[in-house]
């Protein structure tokens, strides 16, 4: 999404202030002591643009044929909390994306077989992107799903015993002959090798390629499935309405008891800043709170960890990956593939960007940036304002600009942000009965 033309006509629509005829009127007690006492029309459009009954419904994806098929969410949903996808049977994709932390690990570099360089983002709604991982290496949510599984740090397993396991427990092989057809025997090790599979591990890679480009073949099909199967679980995860957009709600009805009910004047003060003064509208707009850009806000390098050239080096990875859009493996053909064709890969641009985090649930999401840099909100705030006019950065060049925020300016931009929690939610087009939290539980 190119983010400048929907920023200038939000920030056109700050400055419309004058248009006569207010949507909501206070009276005279309550303009001295709440600081929502007007807002014009032009500002509640823009607010509404923000809320959660502002999202639209999700599109299909046409590089996963199963993505909406809700037996393929049923296994999905299995395999997601299966420790067995490890080589220690200890680590499951839920030990990153924990429910009960709106699918993330409160750890800011995230911890599977061993400790990885970034942290694991949260889950919730994040169906609706165009990239996934910090850097975006990956076009689709199916082939996002697929490289913790063979990373040496996260899930440590091969594409090899992934399939196996499949083939072999009773529950898996029959949901996955019911959506993807029948399994392969792969009894014989000769042809298929206990651990082997593209890995950092040489013995690993050496002995997947040992083997026939067929097999080969036939094993990475399954190993896709397991991933667009995960995927039609995840799609099905969405973040639930929070207090500002009940408020936003309450504005649009005129009630402002339920107004005052959702928010407070700090909170409402903060709301202000938020698309105002403070900027966050530039990267953090949209129903989910983000462009789903790239953008370099010269964050400090993580403690211990080496350079990190962020989409500079991720977009070039999503072009060569065997798995994108275009690849054998997507069910999309090549017009649906716009996002990967024509993906910017100018080093100026994508030198040291990360993409913008979704702000729904930030508060409860520490610590905050690729690598949890920052540990809590007030240290995220402090570096925004911060901000100098020379945009240095420790890699290529700062995005941010001077907010020049006061102490109390910060506290209710702080106070705006918590408003933004709300619990996670199923898709209202789920059909399957799955619960979203609960792996035992079809509701």
Same mark, same amino acid.
């Given at each position: 999404? *190119? ?20 949507? &909501? ?12 006492? &007007? ?24 590089? *996963? ?69 910090? +850097? ?8 996002? #799903? ?22 072999? $427990? ?17 009894? $014989? ?76 004047? /700090? ?10 003064? #403070? ?5 953090? /707009?949209?129903?989910?709170?983000? +462009? ?15 350079? +990190? ?11 060569? +990956? ?39 649930? &930030? ?16 240290? &995220? ?63």
């Amino acid at each position: 999404m *190119n983010i400048s033309p929907l920023y200038h006509l939000l920030a056109t629509s700050l400055t419309l202030l004058t248009v006569s005829g207010f949507a &909501v009127k206070a009276t005279a007690t309550e303009t001295d002591t709440r600081a929502d006492s &007007v807002w014009s029309d032009a500002e509640i459009s823009m607010l509404r643009s923000l809320s959660l009954h502002s999202l639209r419904p999700l599109q299909a994806d046409p590089s *996963n044929a199963v993505a909406d098929d809700s037996r393929a969410a049923a296994l999905g949903q299995k395999l997601f909390f299966d420790p067995r996808l490890s080589a220690n049977g200890e680590v499951s994709c839920a030990s990153c994306h924990q429910p009960d932390r709106y699918f993330t690990d409160g750890l800011g570099q995230a911890r599977g077989i061993a400790t990885t360089p970034r942290g694991a983002p949260t889950l919730l709604g994040a169906s609706y992107y165009a990239w996934f991982f910090w +850097d975006g290496r990956r076009d689709s949510q199916w082939a996002q #799903a697929l490289g913790p599984l063979e990373s040496g740090l996260e899930h440590g397993t091969t594409r090899v015993e992934l399939a196996r396991l499949i083939v072999a $427990d009773p529950d898996y092989h029959a949901a996955y002959a019911a959506l993807f057809g029948a399994l392969p025997d792969l009894s $014989d090790t000769k042809r298929f090798p206990k651990r082997a599979g593209p890995s950092s591990e040489r013995n690993i890679t050496d002995a997947w390629n040992a083997m026939s480009a067929g097999d080969r073949q036939l094993v990475s099909r399954i190993f896709v499935n397991i991933g667009k199967s995960l995927a039609a679980y995840e799609r099905l995860l969405m973040p639930g309405p929070g207090r500002f957009d009940r408020y936003v709600e309450a504005l649009q009805e005129n009630n402002a008891a339920a107004m005052q009910e959702a928010m407070t004047a /700090n909170e409402v003060a903060g709301l202000k800043l938020f698309v105002g003064k #403070a900027m966050c509208i530039r990267c953090h /707009n949209g129903p989910l709170l983000t +462009d789903q850009g790239f953008h370099n806000i010269g964050v400090p390098f993580a403690e211990g960890l080496h350079l +990190d050239w962020g989409r500079y080096q991720g977009v070039q990875k999503a072009l060569k +990956d065997e798995f994108n859009c275009l690849s054998e493996y997507s069910d999309a053909g090549q017009k649906d593939c716009a996002e990967l064709r024509f993906a910017k890969t100018m080093k100026d641009e994508t030198i040291g960007a990360f993409k913008a985090p979704t702000l729904r649930n &930030v508060a409860e999401t520490a610590p905050y940036m690729h690598s949890g840099q920052f540990a809590d909100l007030d240290a &995220v705030l402090d570096h925004y304002n911060k901000a100098t006019t020379s945009r240095k950065a420790p890699i290529g060049h700062s995005d941010l600009l001077p907010i020049n925020l006061t102490a109390e300016e910060l506290a209710q931009l702080k106070a705006f942000l918590h408003t933004l929690t709300g619990p996670p939610a199923i898709a209202p087009y789920n059909t399957s009965g799955i619960s979203p939290t609960n792996p035992n539980r079809i509701r």
